[in-house]
């Protein structure tokens, strides 16, 4: 069972509204988008690297020939995290279980969700090998599919690490869930450390809006997340926890209705999709306020991450007439408080990335 106000009520309030319609396969928007005239279909292309073999897994998808990639970019398909690396790309974590895979800032280690019925847990996993390290115990020992095990269990999402690598923050609800059955939730903000058997905190909570991505800022002063409104009359909003004061505050320039996150790594530019009338593209602003800039015109992209040394930018979006989130990347030009990109490229096809866990992209 998913958490939600109601089922339906949160698929709308974690997933924006056309990601939320992409997942069940079929994007209006991205049947008509216009693709940038210049972006290139690729013409060579090359097997990405398959799981293990079950008969239910999906078609490997192909990637274009030279789309090297620098550093190790995080996307989950399937349920499964998978690592791109140059110009390959293979399973890190299978099951069919995982969610919001995100690199720690040494590149030693990956957090990541897990789902099981009616809870989902925040796991640890060391790149050196041995099996994931539970960081949470959000389950119940109820029977499966009884109402009890709803009201025992605890849903958390969207992990990040802190810049000092000791802690995380994370989505998560902060009490039992109501309703008859039991189907509304509330998620909250939380800090946890990456030692086992340490506590969750609570950190920040509002009763009109459910927190969803979460991402901190390079010096670590600040949590940036994503406030989706409880009801469907609001718009999703992107705010700014100050670590010292404990506030949260809308961040200067964005507008309503953007969501995903990703602050490049020298912490001045706050990269975010947002809803443009019946499209969705990635956009831009300096942390600190200014101008928004516009980064794409595809009409379905989401997603953004920076690259380490922030010179380019990935994200996912669907290509118009087909189905599914593909990779895409653009290089990022820098000049003082102006902020370009160039056309977009596409590296992958039949990719069908989970929008919603995103992309993570580390050394």
């Not at 099981?116 to 499966?144: E, H, I, K, W, Y």
């Not at 869930?177 to 939730?185: D, I, L, Q, R, V």
């Amino acid at each position: 069972m998913i958490p939600g106000r109601r089922i339906g009520r949160f698929l709308i309030s974690m997933i924006p509204r056309f990601v939320l319609t992409c997942l069940l396969l079929v994007v209006l928007t991205a049947c008509t988008a216009q693709m940038p005239d210049a972006a290139p279909t690729p013409a060579a292309l090359l097997p990405i690297a398959p799981p293990s073999a079950q008969p239910d897994a999906p078609q490997p998808p192909i990637i274009a020939a030279g789309a090297r990639l620098p550093g190790r970019l995080l996307f989950v398909r399937a349920g499964n995290v998978w690592m791109w690396q140059d110009q390959i790309a293979h399973p890190l974590i299978d099951g069919g279980t995982a969610l919001h895979p995100a690199w720690s800032p040494d590149g030693a280690q990956i957090v990541f969700v897990q789902r099981d019925q009616s809870f989902s847990d925040v796991m640890l996993l060391p790149l050196s090998g041995g099996a994931p390290l539970r960081l949470t115990n959000n389950g119940s020992s109820r029977p499966r599919n009884s109402f009890e095990r709803i009201r025992e269990s605890i849903w958390a999402f969207y992990p990040s690490f802190a810049p000092d690598g000791q802690t995380i923050a994370f989505a998560s609800q902060y009490g039992p869930p109501s309703g008859s059955p039991a189907a509304e939730y509330h998620l909250a903000l939380f800090t946890l450390p990456i030692q086992a058997g340490g506590l969750r905190r609570l950190i920040y909570a509002n009763d009109m809006g459910h927190v969803g991505r979460v991402t901190h800022s390079p010096d670590g002063s600040a949590i940036v997340f994503v406030l989706e409104p409880a009801t469907s009359s609001g718009a999703s909003q992107i705010l700014r926890y100050d670590r010292a004061t404990g506030v949260a505050t809308p961040l200067p320039g964005v507008p309503p209705q953007s969501y995903d996150p990703a602050i490049a790594p020298d912490g001045r530019w706050l990269a975010f999709a947002s809803r443009d009338g019946d499209r969705t593209d990635i956009f831009a602003v300096p942390t600190s306020g200014g101008t928004v800039v516009r980064l794409t015109s595809i009409g379905t992209a989401r997603a953004p991450a920076f690259s380490p040394d922030g010179r380019m930018l990935a994200f996912l979006a669907v290509a118009p007439g087909e189905i599914g989130f593909d990779l895409w990347v653009a290089d990022l030009r820098i000049a003082g408080d102006s902020l370009q990109a160039s056309t977009p490229r596409r590296v992958s096809i039949g990719l069908c990335a989970d929008a919603d866990s995103g992309l993570s992209w580390g050394k």
